[in-house]
């Protein structure tokens, strides 16, 4: 089994920023992919951030140029600053682990609330 924590998020008025953090610990057997997604109400859950062991990264294309990812592979933490917040990004925020061959998450933690106000 894996466990991810997340700490971050909260409320902002737009153009503020966040930062999320999440640690994930238990049987990581394998190398993994870390990421960030996020479900606003009555939408589907959407990738936001990913990045692999070897620092190739993914975001969503409204997303680019305001968060930017992060990861310590020693302390298997990955984080994702949020700047320029919009009222758009408003969901609630998932951290999430892929082992290496898979094509969707294997783990996810609790989920954090990120709220922007106009």
């Known amino acids: 089994q894996v466990q991810l924590v997340e700490s971050g998020g909260g409320s902002v008025q737009a153009g503020g920023s966040l930062r999320l953090s999440c640690a994930a610990s238990?049987?990581?057997?394998?190398?993994?992919?870390m990421g960030w997604y996020r479900q606003a109400p009555g939408k589907e859950r959407e990738l936001v951030a990913e990045?692999?062991?070897?620092?190739?990264?993914k975001y969503a294309d409204s997303v680019k140029g305001r968060f930017t990812i992060s990861r310590d592979n020693i302390k298997n933490t990955a984080d994702l600053q949020m700047n320029s917040l919009e009222p758009g990004d408003t969901a609630v925020y998932y951290c999430?682990?892929?082992?290496?061959?898979?094509?969707?998450?294997?783990?996810w933690g609790q989920g954090t609330q990120v709220t922007v106000s106009s």
């Open positions: 999430a682990l892929k082992f290496i061959h898979y094509t969707v998450p294997n783990y």
């Open positions: 238990g049987n990581l057997y394998s190398i993994f992919d």
């Open positions: 990045m692999g062991s070897g620092g190739r990264t």
